[in-house]
């Protein structure tokens, strides 16, 4: 079956400008996560959604970072007035709320700020 | 969530087997290991995941310490095509995924 997606695969912005990232999850999937995984780095946690419960939000790492999900559907990762130092690959994965709760991964976007 | 600590770096001939280790000595009880992989320019990859018992699936064997606070991923026969970043995470299945941060992984470099 199909996996997860996320859209745009690359995005180039000016510094300053606001991006809107999107991810598909697999159907079915209750639990979507956000990452960000700055060059040659680990996975760094933004946020999770879990079915209709309050995201955790304790991952973004300011305000100018914000998610939205409706459902357990699509996910939208919004980055206000960017900076310099989010250019990064971000990665959502999804996951059933079910043994073994393993997440799958998106291909990931590409993010550079100029 | 229990941190965990994997080297850097490994390095394995094609066809041997590649054994990551990966210490968790703070686990709890209700803590599972889970290991992931991330090819170059993709997105991570579930490979296998255990609480106590050793675990074996088509891709890889998990071996946890009876304390609990090591575990080993086994990969049998290793291809060139396992060169990838590996990273070992515990965390207490399915409420605070994201808190348990992927690290840096170990860099396994599988060569001909």
């Known amino acids: 079956g199909a996996g997860v997606s996320q859209s745009p695969s690359n995005k180039v912005t000016e510094k300053g400008k606001d991006v809107e990232l999107r991810c598909d999850p697999i159907s079915g999937h209750t639990a979507l996560y956000w990452y960000r995984q700055r060059l040659g780095q680990g996975l760094e946690f933004l946020i999770y959604?879990?079915?209709?419960?309050?995201?955790?939000k304790s991952g973004l790492p300011s305000d100018r970072f914000s998610a939205e999900r409706t459902g357990e559907s699509v996910s939208t990762l919004t980055i206000q007035r960017t900076q310099q130092e989010d250019s990064a690959v971000y990665l959502c994965?999804?996951?059933?709320?079910?043994?073994?709760?393993?997440?799958?991964f998106g291909p990931g976007t590409r993010l550079t700020v100029t | 969530d229990a941190k965990t600590t994997q080297p850097p770096s490994m390095d394995c001939a094609e066809g041997r087997a590649a054994n990551l280790p990966c210490n968790h000595s703070t686990i709890s009880g209700n803590e599972y290991v889970y290991w992931y992989r991330q090819i170059h320019s993709q997105g991570p990859q579930y490979i296998i995941h255990g609480l106590k018992n050793n675990e074996t699936n088509e891709m890889a064997s998990l071996i946890i310490t009876e304390d609990r606070k090591s575990s080993t991923l086994i990969l049998p026969h290793a291809t060139l095509r396992d060169t990838a970043v590996y990273y070992c995470i515990v965390r207490v299945a399915p409420t605070n995924a994201g808190k348990s941060t992927f690290g840096d992984g170990t860099t396994l470099t599988v060569k001909p």
């Open positions: 959604f879990q079915g209709n419960s309050a995201p955790d």
């Open positions: 994965a999804s996951s059933r709320l079910q043994p073994p709760y393993e997440q799958y």
